[in-house]
Structures are given as structure tokens and as C-alpha cells.
């Protein structure tokens, strides 16, 4: 019995060490509608998203779509996440793998809160999971962090352009 717990505690460390999560928010002020419109219009991300230069493809519940992302001072990479949530005005959330699932693994969201006074908080987060994240581990807590910061304020930017 000692020896299955030692297993289950071990275990359980492991999985804990292979995920990570990532969150940024800012308050924009703007009404959500606003924000959507600009956040979903992905023909227009290279020319003002510093993170993520393309999303092409159908965006809608059960589709895979390709993604170019490219954080700061790190090399970029194209992948083909499966979307999960797609709520006008509300939530996009997708689900991305490195290779094969298990790897190294994505679930990407952006929330839109209506703080109903016309201000919008606004979240990016990344849930990481798999065998190679806590090899990542610097590179997101660095690299892809700043990259959600830099496209929050240019997304800020844009929605309060009157």
C-alpha cells in the first residue's frame, strides 16, 4: 500500500510539472461588440497583431484552422488547433497539439468580460499541458507572455480609436 501511494505521489508530480498556465488581461474601453469585431476579423492580423500573424480557415466550433504565432525574440511557429468555443462577443477558445496529443498541448482562450459601463475586460489564456512543457517553461513565462501583453494593448489600441 506504501509503495502505490509513493506511485500516486510521484505520479501526481509529474503531471503537475507538466502543465502551465499563462493569463494576461487588460481593461479596454470599449463595449465588447467593438472588440469582437476587431479580434474575429483574422484577414486583418498581419496587419496589427504582434503575436498571432494569421488564422485561416472556417472559425467555428469543431474545425481545425492554422495559426501562425510568433512571440517576441522566439521562434515562431504554425500549428492547426481544433476550436472548442466560439460565443459572439463572449469567448473563442481552441485547442492546439505539438505534433501529437500528450506533447505539448494548448488550450488557448480570449474572454470578453461586458463590465456594463462600457468597459470590456479583456483575458488571454493558455493552458499548457505535456511531456516537453517544462522544457518551455522560460520561453512561455517570457517569450509567450509578452506576446499576449503585446497584442492585448494593440487590441486595446484599435477599440478605443473613436
Do not use: C
Request: glycine share 6%; aromatic share 10%.
Amino acid at each position: 500500500m506504501k509503495y502505490l501511494t509513493t506511485i500516486s505521489l510521484i505520479t501526481l508530480l509529474n503531471v503537475t510539472a507538466m502543465a502551465k498556465e499563462i493569463k494576461t488581461e487588460i481593461l479596454i474601453n470599449a463595449k465588447p461588440e467593438k472588440i469582437w469585431s476587431i479580434l474575429t476579423n483574422f484577414d486583418n492580423y498581419p496587419n496589427w497583431n504582434p503575436f498571432i500573424k494569421s488564422i485561416k480557415g472556417e472559425v467555428k466550433v469543431g474545425n481545425k484552422i492554422t495559426a501562425r504565432i510568433e512571440p517576441p525574440e522566439a521562434k515562431g511557429m504554425t500549428f492547426k488547433p481544433k476550436i472548442l468555443t466560439f460565443e459572439t462577443n463572449k469567448e473563442l477558445k481552441w485547442l492546439g497539439h505539438l505534433l501529437f496529443a500528450g506533447l505539448f498541448d494548448g488550450e488557448h482562450k480570449f474572454e470578453l468580460i461586458d463590465n456594463k459601463n462600457g468597459t470590456t475586460t479583456f483575458r488571454q489564456s493558455e493552458k499548457f499541458k505535456g511531456i516537453l512543457v517544462p522544457l518551455f517553461k522560460k520561453q512561455l513565462d517570457n517569450n509567450t507572455k509578452k506576446g499576449f501583453e503585446e497584442m492585448n494593448k494593440k487590441l486595446k489600441e484599435l477599440a478605443e480609436i473613436k
